[in-house]
């Protein structure tokens, strides 16, 4: 089973000079745990800020959210995988980042996102399809 199958291709995003509490409106209203970022024109490159950056990072130091930049806590670069890459080449890069979620990459734009459900999810559809080849 390929990255592309099981992917998601609406992922939502935020400016890096938004300040937190938007990322926290958005993520909250759309019931989602993470951001993209998206940094200045000149700077191509992507970030991902999540529900646990923001409490850990801004809620628990006292911080107001108000006051705080996306850009300021996001992660960067973002974990990136082609769409054709199979099942366990993802699952070993996020055990290698040390992330739940990689981004799917086509010529340097994000297409798409994987997480950890989606490859639990993968499993059942295989296993449904008689495909014991992860």
């Known amino acids: 089973m390929k990255v592309q199958e099981l992917m998601t291709t609406?992922?939502?995003?935020?400016?890096a000079d938004k300040s937190v509490y938007d990322?926290?409106?958005?993520?909250v209203d759309r019931r989602i745990r993470s951001l993209?970022?998206?940094?200045?024109?000149?700077?191509?490159?992507?970030?991902i800020i999540t529900?646990?950056?923001?409490?850990?990072?801004?809620?628990?130091?006292?911080?107001?959210?108000?006051d705080v930049k996306?850009?300021?806590?996001?992660?960067?670069?973002?974990?990136c995988i082609e769409k054709n890459a199979a099942?366990?080449?993802v699952a070993s890069l996020m055990e290698k980042k040390k992330n739940a979620r990689i981004f799917v990459c086509e010529n340097e734009k994000i297409i798409g996102v994987i997480s950890l459900m989606?490859?639990?999810?993968?499993v059942l559809i295989m296993r449904a399809r008689?495909?014991?080849d992860f």
């Open 10 to 15: 609406k992922i939502e995003s935020v400016d």
């Open 23 to 27: 990322a926290v409106e958005k993520m």
């Open 36 to 47: 993209i970022v998206k940094f200045s024109e000149k700077d191509l490159s992507y970030g």
């Open 51 to 66: 529900a646990r950056d923001i409490v850990f990072k801004v809620l628990a130091n006292g911080l107001n959210p108000n």
């Open 70 to 79: 996306v850009g300021e806590i996001a992660s960067k670069p973002v974990a």
């Open 87 to 89: 099942m366990n080449e």
């Open 118 to 122: 989606d490859i639990m999810a993968g």
């Open 130 to 132: 008689g495909d014991h």
